[in-house]
Structure formats: C-alpha cells, structure tokens
Nanobody
Framework: QVQLVESGGGLVQAGGSLRLSCAAS????????MGWYRQAPGKQRELVAV???????NYLDSVKGRFTITRDNAKNTVYLQMNSLEPEDTADYYC??????????????WGQGTQVTVSS
C-alpha cells in the first residue's frame, strides 16, 4: 500500500557531508511524523531525527547542530542533511513515516535502509 524509497547513502570522510532522501508513494491520504532512524552493527536502532507535518523537529542529542531534517509535503519526501560527519555516525539509516492511507487506516511504514559509512 505504501512504499518508502531512500537514497543518498555512501562513504564519506570524517568532516564531510551527505544528504539522505526518502520518498513515500502509494495509497497516501496524508503523512504525520516522518523520521530517520539508524542502526549500527551490534547496536539497537535509534531515532536520529523526526519532523511533524507542521514542521516541528526533534533530534538525537549527538547530532544536534550537525544534522537537519526537512520535508516537502507536496512530494511526500523527507530529507536528512548530515554535516560534520563523524565515524560514530556510521550505520544503516532507515526512513520512517506514519501514513494515513486513502482508506483512513494508519500505517507505520519503513524504508529498506541506506548505508552510511564515515571513515576516519
């Protein structure tokens, strides 16, 4: 019913930047919160940043001031601009969206993940 497709991961040196994108498609009426999670090897998945439909945001403490989450509601797309990347940011990054479908059901949808590797 709903698909999230991510792009923008890759390998970057410490101090560099990457921009992740996630586009939602399918039977969408509206999208509430959209966010990015990450999971490093051997660690639990953690919330990196979230943005509400109205634009309010919250960030993981360790990324505040370095990462910026934005969204384009017309395109059902969320972005994560990551600056001053550190090796500790290395992880698989997952897009998440709370979608209200055309049938008015609510789906907690996930992307397939995109890998971010930061070399020291």
């Amino acid at each position: 019913q709903v698909q999230l497709v991510e792009s923008g991961g890759g390998l970057v040196q410490a101090g560099g930047s990457l921009r992740l994108s996630c586009a939602a498609s399918g039977s969408i009426f509206s999208i509430n919160n959209m966010g990015w999670y990450r999971q490093a090897p051997g660690k639990q998945r953690e919330l990196v940043a979230v943005i509400a439909s109205g634009g309010s945001t919250n960030y993981l403490d360790s990324v505040k001031g370095r990462f910026t989450i934005t969204r384009d509601n017309a395109k059902n797309t969320v972005y994560l601009q990551m600056n001053s990347l550190e090796p500790e940011d290395t992880a698989d990054y997952y897009c998440n969206a709370h979608v209200v479908t055309v049938a008015r059901s609510i789906i907690n949808s996930w992307g397939q993940g995109t890998q971010v590797t930061v070399s020291s």
